[in-house]
């Protein structure tokens, strides 16, 4: 895949580990004012992502599970800048994490229709006092569902807007990325999902 633009989009990496193996979900979130991208704003943004994973989504992941990076890629072109910040997020869950592969997907809606309006995050550490044969408690997805739903508000009150970010229409790379603003978060079922790339 070549290079996708995205005016004013900043693509989010939460880079970590789990078991000693490398764990990312990506984010992405769009400057609302129309001046470019500085290190404020990353930074800005930066701090909010720290707060809202420490309060919002490390209790409902093991300690096992840590995030030790944000790394962010401003998209506008091929020569714009990054953004580098460490931190040190650990989950706050009680329990030792299931195997790396398991993990529950998060949904993140639009008012577009089809594929290129959805996007999601696979969020593991789940640990074994969340996990009952293959499902987790409904109570534990609508925490996480209202975890995720936080950043709507969240980022916006440093100038973002989270978006779902498409590079691809019909298999073919498009001219300037479809920036569609979140509008809502869902957790498809109860059943929990793998990630066979983090399994070892």
Same mark, same amino acid.
């Given at each position: ?19 000693? $193996?490398? &764990? ?9 004012? $129309?001046? /470019?991208?500085?290190?404020?704003? +990353? #930074?800005? #943004? ?11 989504? +490390?209790?409902? %992941? /093991?300690? !096992? ?14 020569? =714009? ?5 460490? %931190?040190?997020? %650990? *989950? ?7 195997? @790396? ?5 998060? /949904? ?5 229709? @089809?594929?290129? =309006?959805? /996007? ?23 925490? #996480?569902?209202? *975890?995720? =739903?936080?950043?709507?508000? !969240?980022?916006?009150?440093? *100038? ?15 001219? +300037? ?7 809502? &978060?869902?957790?498809? !079922? ?11």
């Amino acid at each position: 895949m070549g290079f996708v633009p995205g005016f004013n989009v900043m693509q989010v990496n939460l880079n970590g580990s789990l078991h000693g $193996i490398p &764990v990312q979900n990506n984010l992405y979130f769009q400057k609302v004012s $129309i001046g /470019g991208i500085v290190q404020a704003d +990353a #930074l800005a #943004l930066a701090n909010v992502l720290d707060a809202w994973w420490t309060a919002d989504i +490390a209790p409902s %992941v /093991g300690s !096992d599970l840590t995030i030790n990076e944000l790394y962010m890629t401003d998209l506008t072109t091929q020569l =714009s800048s990054t953004f580098q910040f460490s %931190v040190s997020l %650990v *989950g706050t869950a009680p329990g030792p994490a299931l195997p @790396g592969n398991v993990c529950l997907s998060v /949904g993140f809606i639009t008012s577009g229709r @089809g594929r290129s =309006s959805r /996007g999601r995050n696979y969020v593991a550490g789940l640990v074994e006092g969340f996990v009952t044969d293959n499902s987790v408690p409904q109570t534990y997805a609508d925490d #996480l569902r209202t *975890g995720y =739903s936080q950043l709507i508000n !969240d980022v916006g009150a440093v *100038g973002f807007t989270w978006c779902v970010f498409s590079r691809v229409a019909n298999g073919v790379d498009r001219v +300037a990325g479809l920036v569609q603003p979140v509008t809502s &978060v869902k957790i498809a !079922d109860l059943t929990v999902d793998t990630q066979r790339r983090r399994l070892r």
